[in-house]
């Protein structure tokens, strides 16, 4: 059974930078898609990076772009996603996401079956 647990959020101020942490267990992650996601209050959740763990392809959303770098570290199996130049409207709770064979560039959180607990990202202007 996957496990995922994120650590890493916290309360910055607008411009200033965090790095989320996923820790991934259960499985050998050789064939697995990582993906982060966030959820603000009264939305839905949205996409913002994925990895292929094998050969560490990238894709980002447009809001992720430039700012947002996501990464993984094979030998502590765990997942990064460095954020830059914050904005308040990247406040959310960010989900680490994980599933197996995905086409790198699926971006439903439907297409996700392992999910973590979530770590809260808040931006202050």
């Known amino acids: 059974q996957v496990q995922l647990v994120e650590s890493g959020g916290g309360v910055v101020q607008a411009g200033g930078s965090l790095r989320l942490s996923c820790a991934a267990s259960g499985r050998t992650f050789s064939s697995y898609t990582m993906g982060w996601f966030r959820q603000a209050p009264g939305k839905e959740r949205e996409f913002v990076a994925a990895?292929?763990?094998?050969?560490?392809?990238?894709y980002y959303a447009d809001s992720a772009k430039g700012r947002f770098t996501i990464s993984r570290d094979n030998a502590k199996n765990t997942v990064y996603l460095q954020m830059n130049s914050l904005k308040p409207e990247d406040t959310a709770v960010y989900y680490c996401a994980a599933e197996f064979g995905l086409s790198l560039t699926r971006q439903s959180a439907t297409a996700f079956n392992s999910w973590g607990q979530g770590t809260q990202v808040t931006v202050s202007s």
């Open positions: 990895i292929r763990w094998s050969g560490g392809r990238t």
